[in-house]
């Protein structure tokens, strides 16, 4: 049974694929995600999709494929479809392929990057690797199921998704969905989210708490050093004594191992900001910008928490911060004035750990090694913060995914049609495995 139904879902289509992805890297200007100047039109990327699949649907009366169209802001629709099984509650789904970009400056390409170009087995453009290939890709997945129309006990769903890269518009994406409970039924089986790299299952992604420094110092001429608050120096030094503890307190966790995340929990400075100045002047004020990036197994609120109390200890006792020579200082008693750093959050967001004991890393993981020829599943602290608003619902998350880790996001981004190749024959096998329960 199993075998018959791989034999007829087969391989992918390549002449199929490359022509829809070509069709999907044509929109992808249209489809960066950077408001207000850039906001995506999904519904482009929706068109052509939902022209590869009509033909199967019970829309046109040519198949069974049940196809829901649904959008919360005009022209960003998101795609739920389906191909339903025998029995009842037995579903298998692939989410998470997302039908936004990142932007792509053209004049820093070595390629246009909103056309598709093949260079042997590279397929070149904005959005082959993140994400519109893997549109593309469970797009001839869902097509092959409407054409092939195998018996199985499992329904198998397509969840294509807008409004992934960025979130700064609210209330466009699969929040929604879930919201609205237009998933509720995927809960009953593995969820498959289609949005990573390498071919690999990524059983671990990392929280982020963007954060800012302000401090406050006084100016002054820089030849009379003795009556300014250096805030660049208190910056400095207020922050070297933030990480320390930080480290102190969040070190490596154990299930890191087990999950082979490739770093720990990390706190660090990206940005650095203060008004200007003559190179003469002692800066009074200074802005400090930067990250934590937290494994899943420490809580988010807990290090916001505790980064407010250090600050706020580092403020109460601000003489007893490590200074820089002998007339550097962050207290001027004989003017009242005392330096101080004021801690800011922006949005954060948790991480994940996916079940390892669960029917769906256990198939995934088997189809992967029979694809691929091995199997290694990796974790990194890179956010996924949808994945674990699913996981928080209910649903058995895993995720994987067929572009490159390489050229996530970067310049000159392309996938390989053999990596694409491989991801059809594990969702195959993924199916395969689930209808022998």
């Known amino acids: 049974m199993a075998s018959s139904m791989m034999e007829s879902l087969g391989s992918l ?13 044509g929109e992808s200007k249209f489809v960066q995600n950077n408001p207000p100047e850039l906001i995506p039109q999904e519904d482009r990327i929706v068109n052509h999709v939902l022209d590869s699949l009509r033909p199967y649907s019970t829309e046109s009366g040519g198949g069974p494929l049940l196809i829901n169209h649904v959008a919360y802001h005009s022209g960003r629709g998101n ?3 389906e191909y339903p099984g025998s029995v009842p509650g037995k579903i298998v789904s692939f989410v998470g392929m997302h039908m936004d970009v990142v932007t792509a400056n053209p004049d820093e390409w070595e390629f246009d990057p909103f056309s598709l170009s093949i260079d042997g087995d590279k397929l070149r453009g904005r959005g082959t690797t993140d994400c519109l290939g893997h549109v593309a890709l469970v797009t001839e997945l869902m097509k092959r199921l409407g054409e092939t129309k195998p018996v199985l006990k499992s329904s198998v769903v397509a969840v294509f998704i807008a409004s992934e890269e960025n979130s700064s518009i609210p209330g466009v994406g699969v929040d929604m ?3 609205d409970k237009l998933l509720d039924n995927l809960k009953s089986g ?9 071919k690999q299952p990524c059983i671990g992604t990392g929280g982020m708490i963007p954060w800012k420094l302000h401090v406050t110092g006084k100016l002054f001429h820089s030849g009379l050093a003795h009556k300014a608050i250096n805030a660049m120096e208190l910056g400095m030094e207020g922050l070297k004594e933030i990480q320390s503890r930080f480290y102190r307190d969040f070190p490596p966790h154990e299930q890191e191992k087990v999950y082979g995340f490739a770093t720990p929990s990390t706190m660090k400075p990206t940005q650095w900001s203060y008004p200007g100045g003559g190179i003469n002047q002692i800066p009074g004020d200074c802005t400090v910008s930067g990250d934590v990036r937290l494994t899943p197994f420490y809580d988010v609120k807990e290090v916001m928490k505790k980064l407010q109390e250090y600050v706020d200890d580092i403020n109460t006792n601000i003489e007893k911060l490590a200074t820089r020579g002998p007339v550097s200082k962050y207290v001027l008693p004989e003017e009242n004035l005392r330096g101080r750093l004021t801690l800011s959050f922006d949005e954060a967001s948790a991480g994940v750990a996916c079940n390892l004991d669960s029917r769906g890393f ?5 189809a992967t090694e029979e694809v691929v020829g091995h199997v290694k599943p990796y974790s990194i602290t890179g956010t996924l913060p949808l994945i674990r608003d699913l996981k928080d619902e209910g649903f058995d ?4 995914g067929y572009g490159l880790m390489a050229t996530y996001h970067a310049k000159n981004e392309y996938c390989l049609l053999t990596d694409m190749c491989q991801g059809f024959d594990v969702f195959v096998r993924i199916i395969s495995q689930l209808e022998q329960d």
């Open 13 to 25: 289509n390549k002449d199929s694929f490359v022509s829809l992805l070509s069709k999907l890297i």
């Open 190 to 198: 593995p969820l498959f989210w289609i949005d990573t790299a390498d």
């Open 79 to 81: 795609l739920i479809v």
């Open 362 to 366: 256990h198939v995934l993981c088997k």
């Open 177 to 179: 969905l879930v919201k």
């Open 397 to 400: 998350v895993q995720t994987s």
